[in-house]
């Protein structure tokens, strides 16, 4: 089982593409590779944790963490 967690998670357009495009990808960077056709900045990491039995990859439309209400860009 995977879980992604977008950013910013108020943008529902950039929220609606990684969901449709995580679907299908494999790994981070192939996700990666898909978004930043549209979102030259974005970045994707796994998450790695000692004994964790689900993954978990963070999306970063802008590259880095930004705070609520910051959806749009600007």
Same mark, same amino acid.
């Given at each position: ?6 950013? &910013? /998670? =108020? $943008? !529902?357009?950039? !929220?609606?593409? @990684?969901?449709?495009?995580?679907? $299908?990808?494999?790994? &981070?960077? =192939? ?8 979102? &030259?900045?974005? @970045? @994707?990491?796994? /998450?790695?944790?000692?004994? #964790?039995?689900? #993954? @978990?990859?963070? !999306?970063?439309? $802008?590259?880095?963490? /930004?705070? &609520? +209400?910051? +959806?749009?860009? +600007?």
């Amino acid at each position: 089982m995977r879980y992604v967690e977008v950013n &910013p /998670r =108020d $943008d !529902v357009d950039f !929220v609606a593409l @990684v969901d449709s495009l995580s679907e $299908d990808t494999e790994r &981070p960077q =192939d996700l990666q590779r898909l978004l930043r056709k549209s979102h &030259p900045s974005a @970045v @994707v990491r796994a /998450r790695e944790l000692a004994a #964790e039995t689900h #993954e @978990v990859w963070y !999306v970063y439309r $802008d590259g880095t963490w /930004r705070r &609520p +209400g910051s +959806g749009q860009t +600007g």
